[in-house]
Every structure is written in C-alpha cells, then in structure tokens.
Antibody
C-alpha cells in the first residue's frame, strides 16, 4: 500500500528551527517529484516547496525562500524540510505530497499535481 | 502572484446536484484539479486535468472547464460528501502553484 508518513513537527519559538521528515513506502520513491504543502489552522492550502527525483531541482514559494530547505534521501525513501527562522505565520500542518509530473504530448510543456498526501505534522511557532 | 477564486460555501440537500466553481485568469490555458478535504483528514484528489476522475472516486464527481472558470459537479450529493473542496492550478508561466480559498460543502 502506498503511503506517506510525516514526523518532526512540534512547538518551537519564533526564530527557531525544526527538521520535518516524510517516510514514503509502496512506490518507487526515487522516480517521483515530491512537495511540501502546508495549511494554517482554519485556513486553506499553500504549496511550500518542491524537489525533483534526483534532488537537484528545487523550488519554493517566495515567503519561505532562504528560510526553508527541501531535501531527500532516495536510499532511505525519505523527504525532508528544514525550517528555520520561523515566524508566527509559519504555524501550520505540513503535508508531504507526491508531486506527479505530466508532459503534454504535443506541446512538450510540463505540469505537476499532488496525487498522494500524508496526514501531516503540526508546526507551532510561539512568540 | 496569482489567485483562484472559489465561493466560501455551497449548500444542497441530499440527492441534489452541487456545483463548486473556481475562477482564474490562466484557466483557459492551464488545467484545474480538485481536492476534497474532510474534517481532520488529508486532502484527496477527486478530479485531475479538468475532467478526469482518479480510480476509486465515485462517478457522481465530475469536472469541467470553460474559459476562466472550472467547475466541480457532484451529482446526487450524499451526506458523506460534506467537506472542504479546493481547486488547484498554476499561473500562465507555471511558476506560481496555487490553491483556491476552498469551498465548504454542506449536504443536509
């Protein structure tokens, strides 16, 4: 059975750091793009960061660039998010998501969407 | 930045058809995707690439897109369909990956 299981969340002071982890199983992890998506309490979904299959290509939303670092270990089938310089607005449930890449047959252009999600790990930033 | 706009709430009676809209300037060129999130649970993909339904999603869920609006339709909505629904897409460059603000569907 395919699954993603996040861990590493917790209560941290403003300006602090955490390392979030996501353990993948049931699929060939090294073949897939992966992302982190977060959801502040009572709010909507926000894509945070994405990483390519070999870990070379990495992208993130502007609000976390320079503070959050996405990485992966294909041998351990694990995805990570190092979150630093935390702010109150970073308080959220952080989901790990498999990021499926599709390529248009005629245009050659690519798009991605999230086809598998974990249950999330909660990060709470206190002031 | 780029935004997708959804109505905050939609309410129907069991058995009626629920329609949830999502508007965005790039939707004529970019696919829309729909996620269902029940209370306290992770999101689940219910429609991908405007109109496609993943395996395991009931046939009553369908999607369409025309111009700058994508629509999720639940034909014969059931009580268990109560959830928040989010559309997802990108801006025309593909660089901004965004979700709509979410629509709370009430079936009662």
């Amino acid at each position: 059975e395919v699954s993603l299981v996040e861990s590493g969340g917790g209560l941290v002071q403003r300006g602090g750091s955490l390392r979030l982890s996501c353990a993948a199983s049931g699929f060939t992890f090294r073949n897939y793009w992966m992302s982190w998506v977060r959801q502040a309490p009572g709010k909507g979904l926000e894509w945070v960061a994405q990483i390519g299959p070999d870990g070379i290509e990495r992208y993130s939303v502007d609000s976390v660039t320079g503070r959050f670092t996405i990485s992966r270990d294909n041998a351990r089938t694990s995805l990570y998010l190092q979150v630093s310089s935390l702010r109150a607005e970073d308080t959220a449930l952080y989901y790990c998501a498999r990021d499926l890449k599709r390529v248009g047959a005629t245009t050659g252009s690519a798009w991605w969407y999230f086809d598998l999600w974990g249950r999330g790990t909660l990060v709470t930033v206190s002031s | 930045s780029y935004e997708l706009t959804q109505p905050p709430s939609v309410s129907v009676s069991p058995g009626q058809t629920a329609r949830i809209t999502c508007s965005g300037d790039a939707l004529p060129k970019k696919y829309a995707f729909w996620y269902q999130q029940k209370s306290g649970q992770a999101p689940v993909l219910v429609i991908y690439e405007d109109t496609n339904r993943p395996s395991g999603i009931p046939e009553r869920f369908s999607g369409s897109s025309s111009g700058t609006m994508a629509t999720l339709t639940i034909s014969g909505a059931q009580v268990e369909d109560e959830a928040d629904y989010y559309c997802y897409s990108t801006d025309i460059s593909g660089n901004y990956r965004v979700f709509g603000g979410g629509t709370k569907l009430t079936v009662l």
